[in-house]
């Protein structure tokens, strides 16, 4: 029997070098269509491109320094003519001197101009054969950072493999199998055992076992049934279902993932920024130096092994290499990161600024109690409650329409239905105006008042019903914190962020009970735009802020923050577009690690930049001083690009979340 859903990989990516040659990551190496290579073992990795390293720059180094030493590098290049000599090295540097060409006709320098130049000079001395080992070296550095950097960004692109191209649909004529492109929304798919999910969707029939670590970083699989919600390119390992499309192709949360994953790679950091333009001011002050010392010196090949040494690219590769790194290590298990600039703000968050609703609580609250006010019997208080909320999404009105199904309570169909983001909704429903929502939203006498406290006063939340103006129900109701936050926020604590706020339109008793069980400040009782102005209020003190939001109410917030982080944002386009950083599934254990990830690769930034700074400093002065001859400058230049390479790849074994 034909499969419906096949695992046909997408068109391989071509090799292609990077459009903008003022990239820091100069050339970009193909990207496999195999996808298994992207989950091997990432210290694997590490330990062949470190094992390329040292066979390639030991062998090197030995022929070239014993030969200089003997004298018999001099001896054996003589023997090869000049001319042939200078085309090896035009056709070993030719990619590399075409990319220097097209950017100096833009008037733009990139980190091979200088070393260019310093191929340029060991030619005009005549010394063809050091001119070759620059271009050994410049093009086994070009193709570890491809590597590297290849390695990194198949953590998403590999996915693109996975996705399948054919799915089985319910038409008039049967099952068939068609195109994904064919498919349409609101068509049924049939999904089998083993086979791929195609699209995002509801499932309206059936019971499986999905396998969604592709979609949320998650190793156990969960258990789907009518009802739930699943995405395109999960895997249904057990069981059978029938999906209700709401998503095809390029809508897919799946697809939205790899869009944001490749555009984070372009986004640069602050410190990477920085780093470009020291590289641009750094050829002006090398030829400088060069100058000074064939002025002073009067030795040509001093001058030339100055313009040597110093040809590294490492300065440019110091950031957008760790900063690659971290983005592909963080999407494997569904923490993504829209660009380096977000890890470099993480790395210096000091406020973490929490909403209560769906982030700390599960955002399933259940009502626990239904009152009356004026002798209305309860279950017509619930139906008029449930009636009004039937069509708002909010966490709350989900609860109310619970607890009506659970109680047989039957509906009115509501008329103009009004949601009030942060107070409630209005509609009319049997001919009356029914109000349900925050307190504030109708008048009430001392006693309701008397048993509204003492009801808050228990952790629960209070919805009012009005009918007609008039008061005459309380519907109370509580959310469960999340198992896995105590922990969590003792963790973030750890990292020496103690201004920690939690944000709730809830009231101030609700708040205060849960904020004293957690060891956090709050303020109640907020609206959306509040939100906004308490998150502006830290940003005017100075500080980096971090605010932790569900994506949909949390919006306007989130985007506001330096860093907004999305909590299980899977399927939601609002979070997605809104937030910084999305985590992919319900786990507050990826928010500290997420600010350890950010640490973590501001310390390899830092620790790059700082030994190119003083091993460059070091070059140029044994090479200005005459201690360095003009070969060895050559080995040497490539020395400070492979130790960044290697102290950046570290950063693709980071641990996974308990």
């Known amino acids: 029997m034909t499969t419906s859903v096949r695992n046909t990989s997408a068109p391989p990516l071509e090799a292609s070098c990077c459009a903008d040659e003022t990239s820091a990551v100069g050339c970009c190496a193909a990207t496999p269509s195999d996808s298994g290579g992207s989950f091997a073992p990432l210290g694997r990795f590490t330990r062949q491109i470190l094992t390329l390293f040292t066979v390639v720059f030991g062998a090197v180094l030995f022929v070239v320094v014993l030969g200089e030493w003997f004298g018999l590098f001099e001896l054996y290049t003589k023997r090869v003519s000049w001319p042939f000599g200078l085309a090896a090295v035009l056709v070993g540097g030719y990619p590399v001197f075409r990319n220097v060409v097209r950017a100096s006709l833009r008037r733009r320098i990139t980190s091979h101009t200088l070393m260019t130049v310093g191929v340029l000079a060991a030619l005009a001395l005549g010394e063809w054969a050091t001119a070759a080992v620059v271009v050994l070296f410049m093009r086994v550095a070009d193709f570890a950072e491809g590597f590297t950097a290849d390695r990194a960004r198949r953590a998403v692109k590999s996915l693109a493999a996975l996705a399948p191209q054919l799915a089985r649909v319910e038409r008039d004529e049967g099952e068939r199998e068609v195109p994904i492109a064919e498919l349409r929304v609101g068509e049924v ?6 086979e791929k999910i195609p699209v995002d969707g509801e499932v309206v029939g059936g019971h499986a076992t999905v396998d969604q670590s592709t979609i949320t970083g998650e190793s156990m699989p969960v258990e789907v049934r009518t009802g739930a919600t699943v995405f395109a390119a999960t895997l249904a390992t057990l069981g059978s279902v029938r999906v209700r499309t709401a998503r095809v192709g390029s809508d897919t949360t799946f697809a939205r993932i790899i869009r944001m994953v490749e555009e984070a790679e372009r986004h640069r950091a602050d410190v990477q920024r920085w780093a470009d333009r020291f590289s641009a001011y750094y050829l002006p002050v090398v030829v400088t130096i060069a100058g000074l010392t064939l002025l002073l010196r009067h030795d040509v090949f001093a001058t030339a092994a100055v313009l040597v040494v110093a040809c590294s690219c490492s300065f440019a590769l110091a950031t957008p290499v760790a900063m690659l790194a971290s983005v592909g290590a963080s999407a494997r298990r ?24 769906g982030t700390l609580t599960l955002g399933r609250p259940q009502i626990t109690e239904v009152r009356s006010l004026n002798g209305l019997p309860e279950r017509e208080v619930l139906a008029l409650a449930a009636s009004a909320e039937r069509y708002s999404e909010h966490p709350l009105a989900e609860a109310v329409r619970v607890a009506a199904r659970q109680q047989g309570v039957s509906l009115w169909e509501p008329d103009d239905f009004q949601a009030i983001p942060g107070s409630g909704v209005r509609a009319r429903v049997n001919g009356n105006a029914i109000a349900v929502g925050k307190v ?3 008048t009430l006498p001392l006693s309701v008042a008397n048993a509204i406290a003492e009801l808050e006063a228990q952790g629960n939340t209070l919805l009012v019903l009005s009918r007609d103006g008039e008061p005459v129900g309380l519907l109370a109701a509580t959310d469960t914190v999340r198992p896995e936050v105590p922990a969590a926020l003792a963790a973030v604590r750890t990292l020496g962020i103690s201004c920690i706020e939690m944000l709730t339109g809830d009231n101030d008793r609700t708040a205060a009970t849960l904020a004293r069980a957690l060891g956090v400040s709050y303020r109640a009782n907020l609206l959306p735009e509040e939100k906004i102005a308490i998150v502006k209020e830290h940003q005017r003190k100075g500080r980096t802020v971090v605010m932790v ?5 949390d919006a306007p917030a989130l985007a506001q923050a330096d860093v907004g982080i999305a909590m ?22 990826l928010v500290p690690e997420a600010l350890r990830i950010a640490r973590r690769t501001m310390r390899v930034v830092k620790l790059n930049i700082a030994f190119t700074a003083v091993y460059n400093l070091v070059g140029l002065s044994l090479a200005a001083l005459g201690f360095l001859p003009l070969v060895l400058a050559a080995v040497a230049q490539s020395l400070p690009d492979l130790g960044i390479l290697a102290n ?11």
């Open 189 to 194: 798919v049939v999904v089998r055992p083993g």
């Open 334 to 357: 569904g923490l993504l990161m829209k660009g380096g600039k977000y890890l470099e703000l993480l790395a210096r968050a000091d406020v973490l600024l929490i909403d209560k609703t």
């Open 440 to 442: 504030e939203m109708s």
């Open 549 to 553: 939001g569900d994506g949909v109410n």
């Open 568 to 589: 299980g944002a899977v399927g939601s386009d609002v979070a997605i577009e809104a937030a910084h950083v999305v985590l992919m599934r319900d786990d507050w254990r």
């Open 648 to 658: 950046s790849s570290r950063l693709l074994r980071q641990r996974h979340v308990a």
